[in-house]
């Protein structure tokens, strides 16, 4: 029988054990919006994950949404990630990274020269964002025209070279929590006609672009995507998530990704929305790769998860934030430490960096 604690081969990866860090956003980049010494010693001391999926990184200046996250678009951002991919290789783990492009959530204050933010739409969305002035709705975004799709997907597929460069395994597509690809994705947000709006392949077109140029450059074996179908944090649900994102997954199939990662239910929150069914088998079923699933799970869900063969790996957020050697817990039944929610996003080592681990 499998277990959570069994190696994996995922892609070109070979993983010590199914247990993912999932990616979180802890706004603690330096400045530049790079990873610090800080976040060198954070991803360390998780490294007995089968596999780390590094934070939510903008692939560009324009692609940022929240202050002080760390991006992957220029070569000191680069430098600065190799420390952290060397550290977690130093210790026998795996990394990707978690490519990002927030879309309309965001403010023009955190955009070069005040941009407006972009989306499928011009329509703002019902949310705030974290700024140097706090807390604050977000601007109103500028619909994208198709004619700048191209350098888009340009962007994505540098963002994944530079991920490379840096010294990752491989990167995972954010394609969830309502940020730009999903909001070409759902009806509910992307109001445009033309190729990438309307039906559901033009909806997806743009997600299958940006799965193309990566998974041509640095290979599917390398290549991740996160999808939520339920998830409705800054939009509402798609008008049809089950055919939309059934869609997705077939089209997935082709290219021979390395996993699909799918957030059951509200993310962070309820994993069964209230008269919201969703059919998650019937992705897995479709999918050709490996299947990693999150939200939170319970240590006797997740053993029993895997073993049921329901899935093949099993992403952990905010119980690997409060518990870096997560792995061993798991093993040996071992409670875990308790989560400080007030120290999630931004600060320094408190809340970051100083969760105990057992002793030998
Ligand atoms: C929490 C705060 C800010 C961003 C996501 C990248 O939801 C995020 C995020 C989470 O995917």
């Not at 994705?185 to 392949?201: K, Q, W």
């Not at 290549?223 to 997935?252: C, H, K, N, W």
């Not at 479709?286 to 006797?300: H, I, L, Q």
Request: overall charge negative; charged content about 20%.
């Amino acid at each position: 029988m499998t277990t959570l604690f069994d190696p994996i081969q995922v892609g070109d990866m070979a993983l010590a054990n199914r247990i993912v860090m999932a990616p979180l956003t802890r706004n603690r980049a330096i400045e530049g919006n790079k990873p610090g010494p800080l976040t060198v010693e954070y991803y360390r001391q998780r490294a007995t994950a089968g596999l780390i999926i590094a934070e939510a990184s903008p692939i560009s200046p324009l692609a940022q949404g929240y202050l002080d996250t760390p991006g992957i678009w220029s070569a000191e951002q680069v430098a600065a990630w190799r420390e952290v991919t060397s550290a977690v290789h130093g210790e026998g783990g795996k990394i990707v990274l978690q490519l990002w492009h927030v879309g309309r959530i965001s403010h023009s204050s955190l955009l070069p020269d005040g941009a407006a933010p972009v989306s499928s739409t011009d329509r703002v969305a019902n949310a705030s964002t974290f700024t140097r002035e706090g807390f604050i709705p977000v601007s109103k975004p500028r619909a994208l025209r198709d004619d700048e799709i191209p350098a888009l997907i340009e962007d994505y597929r540098r963002a994944a070279r530079n991920a490379i460069d840096a010294g990752f395994d491989g990167v995972e597509i954010h394609a969830a929590n309502t940020y730009l690809i999903e909001q070409f994705l759902r009806d509910s947000v992307n109001d445009r006609s033309g190729p990438y709006g309307g039906s559901i392949a033009n909806r997806a077109r743009l997600l299958l672009e940006v799965v193309a140029a990566i998974a041509g450059e640095i290979g599917a074996g390398r290549t991740g995507i996160r999808l939520s179908p339920m998830t409705t944090f800054t939009a509402p649900l798609d008008s049809d998530p089950q055919a939309l994102y059934g869609y997705v997954v077939e089209q997935l199939a082709p290219f021979g990704l390395a996993y699909l990662h799918v957030i059951e239910g509200e993310t962070g929150g309820t994993r069964t929305p209230e008269g919201k069914p969703f059919d998650y088998e019937a992705l897995h079923r479709a999918c050709k790769g490996a299947w990693m699933v999150n939200n939170g799970y319970s240590r006797d869900l997740a053993l029993q998860t895997v073993a049921d063969g329901k899935a093949d790996l099993v992403a952990f957020g905010r119980s690997f934030i409060s518990t870096p050697d997560l792995v061993r817990r798991l093993r040996e039944g071992a409670a875990l430490n308790e989560l400080r929610a007030d120290k999630l996003y931004g600060g320094g080592a408190e809340g970051y960096t100083d969760y105990p681990t057992l002793a030998n």
